[in-house]
């Protein structure tokens, strides 16, 4: 069993910035790809980054030159770091992961962008 634990949301101000950190937990014979995605109300799931075990990133358009998606691979821990936030990035922000050959999802961990 594998549990992905995100941690990092909360409320930030307008061109403030975040650090949403996942972690993979349980017993873990290999991890490719690992992803954010994010849910405002009323939207549809939309992809946020995604990672590569080499470390090869990919970025929805809307968060391109603003977040930075990284990992750890000897803590099974993928990063997204969050610059210059706006009210349109709140959501709640979802981990994703290719987990011994099958997927996970995280729990959810929500980031409010507002004054």
């Known amino acids: 069993q594998v549990q992905l634990v995100e941690s990092g949301g909360g409320l930030v101000q307008p061109g403030g910035s975040l650090k949403l950190s996942c972690a993979a937990i349980?017993?873990?014979?290999?991890?490719?790809?690992m992803a954010w995605y994010r849910q405002a109300p009323g939207k549809q799931r939309e992809l946020v980054a995604a990672i590569t075990s080499g470390g090869s990133t990919n970025y929805g358009d809307s968060v391109k030159g603003r977040f930075t998606c990284s990992r750890d691979n000897s803590k099974n821990t993928v990063y997204l770091q969050m610059n210059s936030l706006e009210p349109e990035d709140t959501a709640v922000y979802y981990c994703?992961?290719?987990?011994?050959?099958?997927?996970?999802w995280g729990q959810g961990t929500q980031v409010t962008v507002s004054s």
């Open positions: 349980g017993t873990i014979f290999s991890i490719d790809t």
């Open positions: 994703w992961a290719t987990v011994n050959g099958g997927y996970s």
